[in-house]
């Protein structure tokens, strides 16, 4: 699942980076940001408060 969450996570990143070199700089930051939530490296939106990985 780690690795899922990795794959996604660069996907979004480099997405947004992309949309922010061809002017849409809201949405580029929001994948950015949606990248980083995502990630299995940082905040993850899959784990449940108080569960440890």
């Known amino acids: 699942m780690g690795f899922l969450l990795w794959i996604i996570a ?10 922010l ?3 849409s700089v809201l949405l580029g930051v929001l994948l950015i940001i949606v990248g980083l ?3 299995p490296g940082g ?3 899959f784990n449940r408060r108080g569960t440890r990985a």
């Open 37 to 39: 939530a995502v990630g």
């Open 21 to 23: 070199f061809n002017g």
């Open 10 to 19: 660069v996907a979004l990143v480099i997405y947004g980076i992309i949309t």
């Open 43 to 45: 905040w993850t939106i």
